[in-house]
């Protein structure tokens, strides 16, 4: 398992744009899958995105395609979600995850989590 810390959250009016990060702590994320996951209140945990680092392949949710890029820094062993055009609806508490073979959707399969950092859109 690798330590993960997230931050970058905030309060952001609708349209704005956050950068969140991921820092990765005790294992290189280069050979690790990541995801970002958020919750809203009341509501299930979503997927945001996948990414698989073997084969470079990235999945974001419909809800987010286009307004949300995952990047990472191997250098820094830190990464990121930019998130842009945000919405009311993204309004949620965001975390990452990583497991070195597994880059689906079933959350309890991912065996590292961070703690989360909060996101409010609102006017």
């Known amino acids: 398992q690798v330590q993960l810390v997230e931050s970058g959250g905030g309060s952001v009016r609708p349209g704005d744009s956050l950068r969140l990060a991921c820092a990765a702590f005790g294992h290189s994320l280069r050979s690790y899958n990541v995801a970002w996951l958020r919750q809203a209140p009341g509501k299930e945990r979503e997927f945001v995105v996948t990414d698989s680092y073997s084969g470079g392949i990235t999945n974001y949710a419909d809800s987010v395609k286009g307004r949300f890029t995952l990047s990472r820094d191997n250098a820094k062993n830190v990464v990121y979600l930019q998130m842009n055009s945000l919405i009311p609806d993204d309004t949620a508490l965001y975390s990452c995850?990583?497991?070195?073979?597994?880059?689906?959707?079933?959350?309890?399969?991912?065996?590292?989590w961070g703690r989360g950092t909060r996101v409010t859109v609102s006017s």
């Open positions: 995850a990583a497991h070195q073979y597994y880059s689906g959707t079933d959350y309890k399969a991912w065996d590292s």
